[in-house]
């Protein structure tokens, strides 16, 4: 029930291990107010597990914070807000985006972002639970629960001195690392439903254009699947959407992948034909070829028959025939 996309909102679909296991992360996080940091490639969901976080503890309100987004100058003003007469333009007392997460979330998003100078007055609000507006003599309470994101190693950001070690610490309390799409391929007919549905959609994929889906490594993750179904939908009536309604990355990826040229896929899979030193040492037998791939497939879907017979691009009883036959059933 948890995949299901009926809202259009935040829920996280999914239900590959990875994302069974980080919705049981959600629910016990959101019982707790401790400092949480989502970790994972750009586009894999950090800001959907955020929100899922902050909408089970159902306290306050969830305020995200741009830190990659917000300009150095007007930032500490912009958390922290100002007096009046502050600095020039500050015209009146204004309240930063710290006070108006008080009693719910803070999403600091792409905290990596943060310079130096605004990292230090953000631990004291982690240690002490107060801030000071720029250019006012008191101090304020606030009770928020930070939730963090980058996509960065911040530990390599600490050696390196860009981040601080005891704002890492702080935050490191709880991390969660949410995987890349290529890393859980199963999940990719279940998000590629689930954005039909939102769009309210009733396009179908041929078996190639799945297969083209579910072998490409999805640079941009889920963001860039969505966008990817958005565009083909957008560009296409329907009823059904095939390999040549693709977007052009993809098309790039399917031709490798039909001239047997390495994709970004065999690569990572070593599913690529070995090459040739000279005519007769490249003639290999198909049976050895055939056996090959399967395996390739199998370790690439772990050990899922039916992704691996699709991305195979044959069906799945003539997959187990030719298991049993190559003995390749376990
Ligand atoms: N597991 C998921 N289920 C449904 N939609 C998702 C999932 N992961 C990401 N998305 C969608 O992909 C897009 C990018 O997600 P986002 O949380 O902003 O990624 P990140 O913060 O890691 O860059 C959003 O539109 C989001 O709704
Ligand atoms: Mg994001």
Redesign the pocket.
């Known amino acids: 029930m948890a995949?299901s996309?009926v809202d259009s909102g935040?829920?996280?679909?999914?239900e590959s291990p990875q994302?069974c296991q980080i919705r049981r992360h959600i629910d016990r996080l959101s019982r707790s107010r401790s400092p949480v940091l989502?970790l994972?490639?750009?586009?894999?969901?950090?800001?959907?597990?955020?929100?899922a976080i902050h909408e089970g503890a159902n306290i306050g309100s969830f305020i995200p914070i741009d830190c990659g987004s917000l300009v150095a100058p007007l930032m500490e003003s912009e958390l922290f807000g100002h007096a009046k007469g502050a600095f020039t333009g500050a015209a009146e007392t204004k309240r930063g985006l710290i006070e108006l997460a008080d009693g719910g979330t803070a999403f600091f998003?792409e905290i990596g972002d943060l310079p130096l100078e605004v990292q230090v007055k953000l631990l004291r609000l982690l240690q002490e639970r107060e801030f000071r507006p720029v250019g006012s003599l008191t101090t304020r309470k606030v009770e928020i629960r930070v939730i963090a994101?980058t996509?960065r190693d911040l530990a390599r950001e600490v050696e390196h001195k860009s981040f601080r070690q005891d704002l890492f610490y702080r935050l490191n309390v709880v991390s969660v690392r949410?995987p890349a799409l290529r890393e859980r391929i199963e999940?990719i007919p279940l998000?590629i439903d689930?954005?039909l549905k939102r769009l309210g959609a009733r396009h179908k994929l041929t078996n190639e254009c799945l297969e083209t889906l579910v072998s490409y490594p999805w640079p941009g993750?889920?963001?860039e699947?969505?966008n990817c179904i958005e565009r083909m939908v957008a560009m296409n009536s329907g009823p059904l959407l095939q390999t040549a309604d693709l977007p052009s990355a993809l098309q790039t990826h399917l031709e490798a992948r039909r001239s047997g040229v390495r994709s970004v896929a065999a690569v990572v899979n070593g599913t690529a034909p070995p090459r040739l030193a000279s005519p007769q040492s490249g003639i290999i037998p198909l049976t050895e070829m055939e056996k090959h791939a399967i395996r390739n497939a199998l370790e690439y879907t772990k050990g899922d028959r039916a992704m691996a017979a699709l991305l195979l691009g044959i069906g799945r009883t003539t997959l187990y025939r030719k298991l049993k036959e190559y003995g390749l059933a376990v």
């Open positions: 995949s996309c935040h829920s996280l679909v999914g994302i989502l994972g490639e750009s586009g894999t969901g950090k800001e959907v597990v955020a929100r998003d994101a996509h949410l999940d998000l689930c954005f993750n889920v963001r699947l969505q």
